[in-house]
């Protein structure tokens, strides 16, 4: 390997799964070429991960860039993500041991020649996966799927990430097997629109649940999980080949909702209504009877009105999520919505957002309550703590190895949702 001595690189993400698997991937790249991942105040360069989705989360972005690159010893900064594809000379202008890398590929390279190191070897394939991740994540994430063609009102990730394009099967197949080959028993599928996966093999077009089949044919992986799901595409053909799966697909689905309310759907220009969503669990909840439910909620789009807010409300509890991620709406500047009508009041943003979310603590405890007595495999993720099939935090035996993938039985819910259960013997 061309240099011999490790040079730290600190990794920093902002933002959202898709975002912790292409820090993973750009940690293979630097683990290859010989540097050691360590901590910011150790670190000769710092990679900053940036997220766009929010006005706050850009704000975290260049806060974080200011914050690394004013350290004592000054490492080089590199600024990669969201935010850097949209505003990179702007993020170049904040120290000048900042650098702008929009392609994430070349990250590595990049570290790499600032800090004058040779780069002989440097390869696009063959990650180096660690046990079984480079930033010790236990459930390795795999992008199948890149950029998206909706233009929510909201949102401005679409022009950040691009068209949505989708990874070759028989890549996927690969990242899978190398990631097992690491140690890891679970796989999660991450995409910016993970439904809109569709690419060929073998001379056919092969969409999501084409995909998931291939995987369970061509893998023994133990578990496959999919991150968020848009409401048209949980369909027939994708609960069948979960349905089919006998459990080595997580039974948990997070159908992204936004808002129960339909008249704040359209404003959202959201591809959906609260019946088609309605439809779409339902038909989760027949052919998967123990499906856990996850979603995203935003409280206080611009123009929401009480009446609106309570119509989500209630469709949130009608749902019966396991697992919610609310967000109070936060102004997008370059998005439609951000220059809309009848911005709601920060004040009342924050009440509507307190109500919702002691709804999805209730929902949350009752959904774990309803699990007591039954049996599920679990991911041991730190000494004592594992996840299960459904995400929930489950408290087990400490002597239980990590990354282990173990039978439990479920025998009581803390007050904060988490399962205390006891291991399974033969």
């Given at each position: 390997m061309a240099n011999k001595e490790a040079k730290g690189v600190a990794l920093l993400n902002l933002g959202c799964r898709v975002n912790r698997v292409e820090l993973d991937l750009m940690a293979s790249d630097l683990i290859q070429l010989g540097c050691a991942i360590v901590e910011p105040k150790d670190a000769a360069a710092i990679i900053v991960n940036t997220c766009a989705v929010t006005a706050e989360a850009e704000?975290?972005?260049?806060?974080?860039?200011?914050?690394?690159?004013?350290?004592?010893?000054?490492p080089l900064v590199v600024a990669t993500g969201c935010v850097a594809s949209l505003f990179a000379d702007e993020l170049s202008s904040l120290a000048p041991n900042v650098v702008?890398?929009?392609?994430?590929?070349?990250?590595?390279?990049?570290?790499?020649?600032?800090?004058?190191?040779?780069?002989?070897?440097?390869?696009?394939?063959?990650?180096?996966?660690?046990?079984?991740?480079?930033?010790?994540?236990?459930?390795p994430g795999i992008k199948i799927q890149d950029g998206c063609n909706n233009r929510c009102s909201y949102c401005i990730v679409w022009k950040a990430r691009g068209a949505a394009r989708s990874l070759d099967p028989a890549e996927v197949?690969?990242?899978?097997?190398?990631?097992?080959?690491?140690?890891?028993?679970?796989?999660?599928?991450?995409?910016?629109?993970?439904?809109?996966?569709?690419?060929?093999?073998?001379?056919?077009?092969?969409?999501?649940?084409?995909?998931?089949?291939?995987?369970?044919?061509?893998?023994?992986?133990?578990?496959?999980?999919?991150?968020?799901?848009?409401?048209?595409?949980?369909?027939?053909?994708?609960?069948?080949?979960?349905?089919?799966?006998?459990?080595r697909i997580a039974?948990?689905?997070?159908?992204?909702?936004?808002?129960?309310?339909?008249?704040?759907?359209?404003?959202?220009?959201?591809?959906?209504?609260?019946?088609?969503?309605r439809s779409a669990v339902a038909a989760a909840r027949t052919y998967l009877p123990q499906v856990a439910l996850g979603t995203d909620l935003i409280v206080g789009f611009p123009g929401e009105t009480e009446e609106e807010f309570e119509e989500s409300y209630a469709f949130c509890k009608e749902m019966n999520f396991s697992k919610m991620h609310l967000f109070r709406y936060s102004k997008r500047p370059g998005t439609p919505a951000a220059d809309a009508p009848n911005q709601v009041p920060p004040q009342i943003m924050a009440a509507r957002a307190h109500k919702m979310r002691e709804l999805a603590k209730k929902m949350r405890y009752e959904n774990a309550q309803s699990l007591v007595g039954s049996t599920d495999l679990v991911i041991v993720q730190r000494p004592g703590k594992a996840v299960s099939s459904g995400l929930f935090d489950v408290m087990i035996d400490e002597d239980i190895p990590l990354d282990s993938l173990v039978p439990v039985h479920f025998e009581s819910v803390l007050k904060d949702a988490t399962l205390k259960a006891s291991i399974i013997t033969a």
């Open positions: 704000a975290k972005t260049r806060k974080a860039i200011r914050h690394a690159a004013a350290l004592p010893h000054a702008v890398e929009t392609r994430k590929d070349m990250v590595a390279e990049v570290v790499m020649q600032e800090l004058g190191c040779a780069l002989d070897g440097v390869t696009d394939e063959g990650y180096l996966l660690q046990k079984p991740t480079p930033t010790g994540r236990t459930r197949l690969r990242q899978i097997q190398e990631a097992q080959e690491a140690g890891a028993h679970e796989v999660v599928l991450t995409g910016i629109n993970l439904g809109s996966y569709t690419s060929r093999f073998a001379e056919k077009d092969v969409r999501l649940p084409g995909l998931l089949r291939l995987i369970l044919r061509k893998t023994t992986i133990e578990r496959v999980r999919l991150s968020s799901l848009e409401p048209p595409d949980v369909n027939e053909a994708l609960l069948e080949s979960i349905a089919a799966s006998h459990g039974p948990f689905l997070h159908i992204c909702l936004q808002s129960g309310c339909d008249e704040t759907l359209h404003r959202m220009r959201r591809a959906y209504g609260a019946e088609l969503y």
